[in-house]
């Protein structure tokens, strides 16, 4: 596969992928922009196989964060559910994935959690979270002469993709800080109280640091962790220490596989289950089956590096020096469950209408956020499985699946 060109959102970016590119792609903008896709989308699906004979094709980006679906791919756990599971397809960038996923490219992908309202809502595309891909799992990470977040100030930060919830931590961060947000080309004068936010893949984030191109990120694993081995950035907080448990990337269905194909859809959601279940009792393996020693080569990570982030758990340094702030939270840099939570829904709609975006955002302020959680989210096949597995307490879920969200900056 070609190499993926990374997005810039600076009007005077001379990358690969310009604004428009970003605009067209991402599925910011009107139902109009995205009919083209969705009409290749379908013509596809019309294509392929019917029924639960759809073989499983995984769209991925090289972080943590698709863990479920490689680990379920690597065990053949697709297979014991009766499916054919072809080769999971590396991306660089979230807009690409996105691109692949409504033109019928892939059918199972990990996305950004706010990023499926943007697809759902914004470009009206039909799809479904049917499950959560992990908690936490991210960090914002700067340059070795950083020591607070108001030495950000006058500096350029890289985010992801605008609808991530790495974007809307880090401007809540931010702005209890007392610094505002701007995005400004290059050469733009950026003030002493402002941070410039540029939008990175997160393949390219720690050499952009290392180049002191920007003074930091905010990214999924092992991106952070690689900086720390590396020696070019530090960790300054935790994305979990922020908003307890939350969710980043969460699998992510079309609409027309879950109503034509449900059993389909289910087998999909049992496989990634039973890949959490045996990732939260198997870290190091884990680690090794993701690592590039790995005969499947899913991700350029070495072992050290993925080992950094799933398999220690000390945080004694990182708690004397302040990085973690709540340390009766016990959290893990990151875990795994699969329940999609609704308040976590709620409270993040909520969050995405206060967080500076580009593109249209006029959707956006028309939702409602209990809509969002009942429509956007589908809890049928999750549901099941975790029944199937042991029931809540095995992911040590409340039994009633229902939970209130903690956000403490």
Same mark, same amino acid.
């Given at each position: 596969?070609?190499?993926?060109?990374?997005?810039?959102?600076?009007? =005077?970016? =001379?990358?690969?992928?310009?604004?428009?590119?970003?605009?067209? /792609?991402?599925?910011?903008?009107?139902?109009?922009?995205?009919?083209?896709?969705?009409?290749?989308?379908?013509?596809?699906?019309?294509?392929?196989?019917?029924? +639960?004979?759809?073989?499983?094709?995984?769209?991925?980006? @090289?972080?943590?964060?698709?863990?479920?679906?490689?680990?379920?791919?690597?065990?053949?756990?697709?297979?014991?559910?009766?499916?054919?599971?072809?080769?999971?397809?590396?991306?660089?960038?979230?807009?690409?994935?996105?691109?692949?996923?409504?033109?019928?490219?892939?059918?199972?992908?990990?996305?950004?959690?706010?990023?499926?309202?943007?697809?759902?809502?914004?470009?009206?595309?039909?799809?479904?979270?049917?499950?959560?891909?992990?908690?936490?799992?991210?960090?914002?990470?700067?340059?070795?002469?950083?020591?607070?977040?108001?030495?950000?100030?006058?500096?350029?930060?890289?985010?992801?993709?605008?609808?991530?919830?790495?974007? /809307?931590?880090?401007?809540?961060?931010?702005?209890?800080?007392?610094?505002?947000?701007?995005?400004?080309?290059?050469?733009?004068?950026?003030?002493?109280?402002?941070?410039?936010?540029?939008?990175?893949?997160?393949?390219?984030?720690?050499?952009?640091?290392?180049?002191?191109?920007?003074?930091?990120?905010?990214?999924?694993?092992?991106?952070?962790?690689?900086?720390?081995?590396?020696?070019?950035?530090?960790?300054?907080?935790?994305?979990?220490?922020?908003?307890?448990?939350?969710?980043?990337?969460?699998?992510?269905?079309?609409?027309? +596989?879950?109503?034509?194909?449900?059993?389909?859809?289910?087998?999909?959601?049992?496989?990634?289950?039973?890949?959490?279940?045996?990732?939260?009792?198997?870290?190091?393996?884990?680690?090794?089956?993701?690592?590039?020693? +790995?005969?499947?080569?899913?991700?350029?990570?070495?072992?050290?590096?993925?080992?950094? /982030?799933?398999?220690?758990?000390?945080?004694?340094?990182?708690?004397?020096?302040?990085?973690?702030?709540?340390?009766?939270?016990?959290?893990?840099?990151?875990?795994?469950?699969?329940?999609?939570?609704?308040?976590?829904?709620?409270?993040?709609?909520?969050?995405?209408?206060?967080?500076?975006?580009?593109?249209?955002?006029?959707?956006?302020?028309?939702?409602?956020?209990?809509?969002?959680?009942?429509?956007?989210?589908?809890?049928?096949?999750?549901?099941?499985?975790?029944?199937?597995?042991?029931?809540?307490?095995?992911?040590?879920? @409340?039994?009633?699946?229902?939970?209130?969200?903690?956000?403490?900056?």
């Amino acid at each position: 596969m070609n190499k993926a060109p990374h997005i810039c959102l600076a009007s =005077d970016c =001379d990358c690969g992928m310009t604004r428009r590119d970003f605009l067209r /792609v991402s599925a910011l903008g009107t139902a109009s922009v995205a009919a083209p896709l969705l009409f290749a989308g379908d013509a596809m699906a019309q294509q392929g196989p019917k029924g +639960d004979d759809q073989p499983v094709k995984i769209g991925y980006l @090289p972080i943590t964060d698709a863990t479920p679906l490689l680990v379920a791919h690597g065990r053949k756990l697709f297979e014991a559910e009766g499916l054919q599971a072809e080769a999971p397809r590396l991306f660089r960038s979230w807009a690409q994935i996105i691109e692949a996923f409504v033109s019928g490219q892939v059918n199972v992908i990990h996305l950004l959690s706010p990023a499926t309202m943007s697809v759902r809502y914004g470009a009206k595309f039909p799809a479904k979270v049917v499950a959560w891909n992990h908690i936490n799992g991210s960090a914002l990470t700067v340059a070795k002469d950083i020591n607070s977040v108001a030495d950000l100030g006058g500096r350029s930060v890289a985010i992801p993709f605008w609808y991530s919830i790495h974007n /809307v931590l880090l401007q809540q961060i931010l702005a209890r800080n007392g610094l505002s947000v701007v995005s400004k080309g290059r050469d733009g004068s950026i003030g002493p109280k402002e941070v410039n936010l540029v939008v990175l893949a997160p393949a390219e984030m720690v050499s952009a640091l290392a180049s002191k191109s920007i003074a930091g990120f905010i990214v999924a694993e092992p991106f952070n962790a690689l900086a720390e081995t590396n020696g070019v950035g530090k960790v300054l907080r935790f994305s979990g220490d922020v908003w307890k448990n939350h969710a980043c990337c969460v699998t992510f269905l079309s609409e027309r +596989d879950i109503s034509t194909r449900p059993e389909w859809a289910q087998r999909v959601t049992n496989a990634i289950v039973k890949a959490q279940l045996w990732t939260r009792s198997n870290q190091l393996d884990t680690a090794r089956l993701l690592s590039n020693g +790995d005969s499947h080569k899913y991700t350029p990570h070495a072992l050290q590096v993925l080992s950094k /982030v799933l398999t220690v758990t000390d945080y004694a340094e990182y708690e004397k020096t302040g990085i973690i702030v709540h340390k009766d939270w016990n959290q893990r840099r990151i875990d795994f469950q699969p329940y999609p939570f609704a308040s976590y829904t709620e409270q993040m709609v909520r969050a995405l209408q206060k967080t500076r975006l580009e593109g249209d955002t006029g959707f956006l302020q028309k939702l409602d956020p209990a809509f969002v959680a009942r429509d956007l989210v589908d809890d049928r096949f999750v549901r099941k499985a975790i029944t199937a597995v042991g029931g809540p307490q095995a992911f040590g879920l @409340p039994a009633n699946l229902m939970r209130t969200e903690t956000l403490a900056i």
